[in-house]
């Protein structure tokens, strides 16, 4: 299993960046994919996150109206789009399979949100 992230950055308050995360290893569409995040001195915590077919997604009450993840299952990819960044979103995200109740992680890539 691999999972890398790319599209991070850094990004003035107000502002957006589209995360994606690029699976391989496994068969994509069959698994629950999310997306967490982890700030200096914080425990990792849920961001967002999507089943296989795309039809039930839940979000962190700190990222709703403000986050979208999706999937294109056609390409092994999951995506966040963050909108109206704050500098409390700053932080790297990670991606993440759970893969028969293991967890993947993919490397990481971090997000921050600075004038």
Do not use: H
């Amino acid at each position: 299993v691999q999972l890398v992230e790319s599209g991070g950055g850094l990004v003035q308050p107000g502002g957006s960046l589209r995360l994606s995360c690029e699976a391989s290893g496994f068969t994509f569409s069959n698994y629950l994919m999310s997306w967490y995040r982890q700030a200096p001195g914080k425990e990792r915590e849920l961001v967002a996150a999507i089943i296989s077919a795309g039809g039930l997604i839940r979000y962190a009450d700190s990222v709703k109206g403000r986050f979208t993840i999706s999937r294109d299952n056609a390409k092994n990819t999951v995506y966040l789009q963050m909108t109206s960044l704050k500098p409390e979103d700053t932080a790297v995200y990670y991606c993440n399979a759970l893969i028969v109740n293991r967890d993947y992680w993919g490397q990481g890539t971090q997000v921050t949100v600075s004038s």
